[in-house]
């Protein structure tokens, strides 16, 4: 740590150095273009980190003579060439944040370095091709908004691509080479508006999609929920790189207007924490060239040029895949009902399926959008925020009338799966979808997930624990996943490991009670009344909620407690009007015990004439040891295909 006796050399922040006489400013060691005063506002905002640097002492640093300038017009165009180079936000600052007319404040820490320390000499190594950063060039008119953005999407692939064909050309080992794993970190939002949100996060899906399409033998991607984890929350790259297990990181920021947009991004190796390429794009939304085929064509060139490869080019001609769509409105449209099916709630689903039927009505033909609105109404009815009766049936149609118009769709057949095992009961059609879905995108993380759930619910545990944890690389920091794979275990009887594995999703978010739940019904099948109780007790279910009595009423059940059992059933039942969509899980556990045998069952088989999911798992859940020898409930299974 510098003294007050040293002079600073220079100031890290984040990915961020600050070289105060080379007068420089760097990002993971790339030098970064910018202007003198805004480069001497930073090192005075650096001086003093967490405290406020009034406006009139920027005024005496920068202009010391006095002056005339237009100060506030200088003082805030500096700030905001500041926040452009650090893709900082003025209205969610990570770096400078405005204090009302009193001045700015840093808020990031900062580490204060006096000397530079000496640079090791390093043997010289081959370099990729280095792309520098340049702002693109403005052609004649686009046919399409939606197509600039989605032919931006497509060139940046193609460059990620290349550089790791370029990789592996380069490599001399005769080993194989594993697949290299890439995070697309979320797009920042740089326009000020929160309302915004929903397109650069719909990039950042999109550039997952499109890089999951491209080198799949030697390439994987990160899917969305694991990187979306850090658009809140960001942490050094190599942080990231050792919770997600990837090698390479794609960062950047979107600005939009009515008029214009521009995409900025960059690719990194985590290891050293290099720049391997990166690029601006400046583009008119109206009166501009910006087809995407021809700006693949023109990176594609590039790509030849630098690599002396003709695959290259060959890559940056790959046509976009059919279930796209020509209508920017559909489009946009669409972004805005994924943004909200990413959400996961009841009242996220319903956003989604309303922003879906629209892109739909925009271009019946825009296959995407079907398949949207089957992972929504699929999701809907198995997670019961709405019945599956009236659901169901429109994911299956949905669904089908997104193949119809685009076979290589893989999150339409993994949907389509989903109806299939879920209302259908018909397992091999399930099978065969998801593991359609998988072949055509390998790095579709749910896919893995929901196949992994289907094997399990079979009894095929050993291969269900390997597709679950095929999900868990592609999506690490994924709460559902990690429950799901406690959940198999569980199913297996491998209780202190399914324990340990959803004591590991409540250290992610102790909220999450799915998976306390779960903890609670294995201490009841190991006999652990008291544990279970003080579990259940840590759920945060109010006494005056029927799931707070249904599961009192388990346990109770189970433990031979007669008079607790019946006092719980009664609170139970007095309360249960209150349940909605999910009333027949909650009922289920109420009446799960040795002297409720009659009620669970006609429960169980309302379920059937339901086509409800609760029944998927019947032939594995220890929850229905006590039902299983019985007649009515053998017969159950055959109806729903689990006899074998």
Known sequence: MATAAEPIRSYEFGVFTVEVTAGELRKHGVRLKVQERPFQLLVCLLEKPGEIVSRDELRQRLWPDGTFVDFDHNISSAINKLRTVLNDSASNPRFIETVGSRGYRFLAEVKRISSDPAAASQPAKQQPPEIPVIAATTVSPPKSRWKVVAGITLILSVLVAGYFQWVRKTSKSNVPVSRVMVAVLPFQ?????????????????????????????????????????????PKPLDQIGRELGVQYVMEGS?????????ITAELIRVKDQSQLWAREYDRELNNSLALQSEIAQEIGDEIQISLGDVNGAKAANHPRPTHSTASYEAYDLYLRGRYFWNKRTSAGFWQAASYFQQAIAKDPGYASAYAGLADTFGLMSTWYAAPQQEFMPKAKAAALNALALDDSLAEAHASL???????????????????????????????????????????RFDEALVESERARQLDPMSLIIATDRGTILYYARKYDRAIDQ???????????????????????????????????????????????????????????????????????????????????LARLYAYSGSSQQGKAMLLLEQAYSEHSPVLTNIKVDPKYDNLRQAPRFQELLARVNLNH
């Open 417 to 459: 799966a989903l109806v299939a095992e879920s209302y259908d009961y018909d397992w091999q059609t399930a099978e065969k979808e998801f593991r359609r879905a998988i072949q055509l995108n390998p790095d579709y993380a749910t896919a893995h997930q929901w196949y992994a759930e289907h094997l399990s619910w079979q009894g």
């Open 254 to 262: 979107v600005r939009r207007d009515s008029s214009r947009v521009r």
């Open 502 to 584: 959803f004591r590991a999703v409540l250290e992610m978010d102790p909220g999450f009670n799915t998976a306390r739940s779960f903890i609670v019904t294995m201490y009841v099948q190991q006999g652990k009344f008291a544990e279970a109780l003080k579990e259940s007790d840590l759920m945060g279910n109010a006494e005056d909620s029927p799931c707070y009595w249904a599961f009192k009423a388990y346990i109770y059940n189970h433990s031979g407690n007669g008079s607790q059992a019946r006092h719980a059933l009664a609170k139970f039942e007095q309360l249960s009007p209150r349940l909605q969509s999910d009333a027949i």
């Open 189 to 233: 939002n740089l326009t000020g508006d929160p309302g915004q949100d929903y397109f650069s996060d719909g990039l950042t899906e999109e550039m997952i999609a499109e890089l999951a399409r491209l080198n799949q033998d030697h390439q994987g991607v990160i899917a969305r929920t694991s990187v979306m984890l850090y658009k809140q929350s």
